[in-house]
């Protein structure tokens, strides 16, 4: 198999994935899509050099991560330099009820702090506590308790910005 074919049946099975998670972190669409990007970019620029040290999905998600906190750094950075504007903001053409849904769920998502929003995408995408504990590095007991913390604490955002 070539490493194109081998690179195309990566990218079907894992972007799904990694839109979830860069969606999560960033909270807009066409963000999340230049940073799904980004990062096939550099699992196709380093597939060769990739050693077999960790699963595959491992390996994409860390690149992911990796781009999601760099740009979040650089938005943080520009944010600082802005004024404060408005913490959620939902398109009032949006016709359909579920995708107003969806999208303030990501924008919620987006206000958690950055290694609690790996873990709740990963939940969400519903992979294993093996499999998260591997990729962040935490222990799967440790891994429940933050889960648990965070989903209270991601309810308590939605119901903000759903009563809006």
Not at 22 to 28: E, F, I, K, V
Not at 110 to 124: C, G, H, N, Q
Request: hydrophobic content about 35%; proline content about 2%; charged content about 30%.
């Amino acid at each position: 198999m070539t490493n194109k074919e081998n690179f195309e049946i990566i990218y079907k099975e894992y972007a799904p994935a990694i839109r979830k998670l860069c969606l999560s972190y960033t909270g807009d669409r066409d963000n999340a899509e230049d940073l799904i990007q980004e990062t096939f970019i550099t699992v196709w620029k380093k597939l060769d050099s990739f050693r077999n040290d960790a699963k595959l999905s491992t390996w994409i998600y860390r690149i992911a991560i990796n781009n999601c906190l760099t740009s979040m750094r650089k938005k943080h950075q520009h944010l600082e330099k802005m004024t404060n504007t408005s913490c959620i903001d939902i398109p009032e053409d949006s016709s359909n009820e579920k995708i107003q849904q969806i999208d303030l769920l990501y924008k919620c998502i987006s206000k958690l702090k950055e290694a609690d929003r790996v873990l709740i995408t990963l939940v969400l995408d519903e992979k294993p506590y093996e499999q998260i504990a591997e990729i962040t590095g935490i222990t799967e007991n440790n891994l429940r308790v933050k889960i648990y913390r965070i989903k209270k604490e991601l309810t308590e955002i939605f119901h903000k910005y759903a009563r809006l």
